[in-house]
């Protein structure tokens, strides 16, 4: 019996992009799924009506393999991985019941394309080092996929990155379905950090739509952006990296261009005026790039790698500076 055969997977998380990974795994034949989310309400409508009421909620939940609970403990006992897909922000609120023992002896996969805020390190460093779970059992799901597109099946690939050969091709099967197909890929650092960075430059670009700038900006905007990632990632872990792959430029050009991207869509409400509360009110959803400004602009005190996109949206979103002025600024230096 292959290792597909009766796997079972927590899901940690609520929003769009749990729901939309449990409707991927769901296409396995045997799969049990043990998904916790936060919001009781939410819980009680799945069980009973088999949908999301809150994100996505158009998609099947199958009874016979997804199972909801109110506890992590209880979601993640007798799992083979435990997925995190909630933000990073809420990452640690959200497995603050859990000690090493429960993740012992299991995979953990992370969804987030996010840093921890307080301690501005990857989710992927965070879960090691607090749960002891060695690195070869720990990968991240990246590439460029909406959870709207997965709802709707269109077409998707996914990039599953680990220091381990066997963790990457093992979930990678799992993630492969009719409509997604996962590749294996051993750059777990680059890859995370590329997903984290993406989202600062799709807020960047949305602020200049929103300031009126177009097209031809933003294609500067994307493209001087790459090498912003390249040496960014590089200062930290340096390797050979084929970066005009999906993992890297196929997510940051989604997320830069998709009507779905919500890095984007707080950008632009940011360059048409709004302040920074009024656009998370207005946004249902999270966009990690707020918080991965700080984290990655932090994180370079140390570095001093030149970014002068990631240093533009921070004076724009904390120090509180005009976004017309500061792009303006920035338009002097890109290339
Ligand atoms: N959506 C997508 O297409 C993709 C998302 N990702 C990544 O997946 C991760 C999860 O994002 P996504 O599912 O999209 O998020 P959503 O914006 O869809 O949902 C937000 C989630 O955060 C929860 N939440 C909000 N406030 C809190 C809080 N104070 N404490 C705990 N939980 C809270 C919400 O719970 P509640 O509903 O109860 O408020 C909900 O589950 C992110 O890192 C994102 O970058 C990666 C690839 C694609
Ligand atoms: O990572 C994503 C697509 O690959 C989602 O991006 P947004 O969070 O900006 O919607």
Redesign the pocket.
Known sequence: MSFLNNTKIAVI??????T?LIKILCEQQHIQIRWW???GN?IEHIRKFHHNP??LSDVYLSPKKVKVFEKTKEAVKGADFVIL????A?VQ??LQDLNESHLRGKRVVS????MIPEENILVTDWISEKYKVPLNDIAVIAGP????EVALEKQSYLTISSTDAGCAEDFSKLMTCRFVTAHPLADLYGVEYAAVMK?IIALACGITHGLGNGDNFQAVMVSNAMQEIRHFVTALDPRERQLSTSAYLGDLLVTAYSQ?S?NRLFGNMIGRGYSVKAAQLEMK??A?GYYATKSIFELNKKLHVELPITTAVYRILYQEESPSLVIEELKKVLK
């Open positions: 998380g609520g929003g769009s992009w749990a939309a989310l936060r919001n939410d809150s994100y897909a909630v933000p990073a809420f609120e959200s969804a987030i394309k996010g996929c909406h959870a709207e989202n779905f919500r959803m999270i990690e």
